[in-house]
């Protein structure tokens, strides 16, 4: 499993310019089944996306067609790891 953070390096105007063309992205994805969850970091410094399971060369892929990183305004930081403890019914996303 992943946690990708996302880190705005571009005034907020310009992300929110594409903001529509990522949340299509965003929905992309959750329909092929790879996110398990996203939003807002707090404050808005960028976000935060939790994907499941996948080869790392291939999340790493589909995190490099997010508009916002193709555009330049973001950066990520992809951090795997393995649940080792979860609420009942977690592991349905894993």
Do not use: W
Not at 10 to 22: G, K, T
């Amino acid at each position: 499993m992943y946690i990708a953070l996302l880190s705005y390096i571009r005034p907020l105007d310009e992300v929110d310019a594409l903001l529509p063309a990522h949340q299509d992205y965003l929905e992309q994805h959750y329909a092929a089944g790879v996110f398990v969850a996203s939003g807002r970091r707090e404050p808005r410094t960028g976000g935060v996306i939790l994907i499941r399971e996948h080869p790392r060369s291939l999340v790493t892929e589909i995190l490099e067609q997010d508009p916002f990183f193709k555009a330049g305004l973001t950066r990520y930081e992809l951090l795997e790891f393995t649940p080792s403890r979860m609420l009942a019914g977690f592991e349905n996303y894993l």
